[in-house]
């Protein structure tokens, strides 16, 4: 069925006023920033209302409109603060200009049914408008940061040859430093012994109790799933008490009865602490991508002679791999980036990256952590993309997406 769009226009007095808030919003931002809140609000409400009644005035001149609310906004910001500011006013002109013309001239309603009672459509864009303040106060931190650590002088704040763009305001001395300082590396090492060993333990563990917990003739699969994810839901401090009472039992007979060295046994320790807390995303990811899992294939290999083990490397493994492998970079980001769990099993001799960026944090003040910060926010990124490709790859092969 073919839907007939009509050609929407809001009154004036609904464009202006909707313009009235955003631009009281924007001015409620810039006036805190500039040490006066109401003012702000005020200039920026009266602004963007008498933009919009002008724009709409002149509705067939949109293009040279836009533009000059563009330079206009960028002027504005550069008189304020200087490059940095100017650069945000660009941003504010070039998002208004479009805004004023999406609201005035209806363009809100143009990939909407007509049929929506203007209730509905506030609502269809509030919710992403919540969604997308949300994003934005979760991402803000992580924006700070790695501009940051590009910072030439040996500060956590942004310095006035940052904030000019000055070229001398930012340097590469911070990574330099993480590739080059003897701790740093020693850390970095750690980590990329540690975070693979606890992963392929995950993995391994984690699948097989997936696998057998799927399987509807298990009594108290229900509870048993409950125990083996609790290491997720447990608030990690009382993990880590409880992991360093019975690793120290552990990690005692090891060194005395078995007369492995302490190192070796520091290693072993903080790998087993790191496998538990990655069993449960191995779990959850597995569980969910066996529930699309066509159990006839398996008794259909095994019909045709297959062994169990046979049955499920050559038929169950490649459909559920998806999931494996995403419970794998849970698992090994969940090693990777921990640091509580760690202070209490391991040693000095076993100080992973996350724990050396908490003692730079405490002892030393190390601009060099922002450089790691950084690197760690790519690598986790980069991870995460991967699992949302084979989250797509799993759906496809199951049938549920299109190809």
């Not at 039992?249 to 060295?261: P, Y």
Request: a positive charge.
């Amino acid at each position: 069925m073919k839907l007939v769009t009509t050609n929407f226009r809001p009154s004036q007095t609904f464009t202006v006023s909707v313009l009235a808030a955003a631009g009281a919003i924007a001015g409620l931002l810039v006036g805190t920033s500039q040490g006066s809140t109401l003012l702000g609000l005020v200039i920026g409400a009266a602004l963007l209302a008498a933009l919009a009644f002008g724009a709409m005035a002149m509705e067939d001149q949109e293009r040279p409109i836009r533009w000059a609310i563009l330079i206009g906004f960028g002027l504005i910001g550069f008189l304020i603060g200087g490059v940095s500011a100017g650069v945000v006013g660009l941003l504010f002109g070039w998002f208004f200009g479009w805004f004023i013309y999406w609201i005035g001239k209806g363009r809100y309603r143009a990939h909407l049914v007509p049929y929506l009672t203007p209730g509905q459509v506030l609502w269809h864009y509030a919710f992403r408008v919540i969604c997308g303040a949300i994003f934005i106060f979760l991402i803000t931190p992580i924006l700070v940061v790695m501009p940051l650590s590009f910072n030439a002088e040996d500060f956590f704040t942004f310095t006035p040859e940052m904030l000019r763009f000055d070229p001398e305001g930012y340097s590469l001395k911070h990574y330099q430093d993480f590739f080059t300082n003897s701790d740093w590396q020693l850390s970095f090492r750690n980590s990329l012994i540690i975070a693979p060993i606890a992963t392929i333990i995950s993995v391994s563990l984690g699948t097989l109790a997936a696998i057998g917990l799927s399987q509807s003739h298990v009594p108290g699969r229900r509870a048993i799933m409950a125990i083996l994810i609790s290491p997720m839901i447990v608030p990690l401090i009382i993990s880590a008490t409880g992991m360093f009472f019975f690793y120290s039992q552990i990690g005692l007979f090891l060194e005395n009865d078995i007369g492995l060295s302490k190192t070796f046994v520091g290693y072993v320790k903080i790998i087993l602490a790191h496998a538990v807390l990655g069993i449960p995303f191995v779990i959850i990811t597995v569980t969910a991508t066996l529930v699309g899992f066509d159990r006839s294939l398996t008794r259909a290999a095994a019909n045709m002679g297959a062994n169990p083990v046979t049955t499920f490397f050559r038929v169950q493994m490649p459909l559920i791999l998806p999931g494996v492998i995403s419970g794998a970079l849970f698992a090994f980001i969940t090693s990777f980036d921990e640091v509580v769990v760690v202070l209490f099993v391991g040693s000095a001799r076993q100080k992973t990256l996350p724990w050396q960026m908490f003692t730079g944090l405490r002892e030393q003040i190390s601009p060099t952590i922002l450089a790691v910060a950084t690197i760690l926010v790519v690598i986790s990124i980069a991870l995460l993309t991967v699992v949302e490709l084979l989250r797509r790859r799993s759906e496809r092969l199951r049938g549920m997406s299109p190809g």
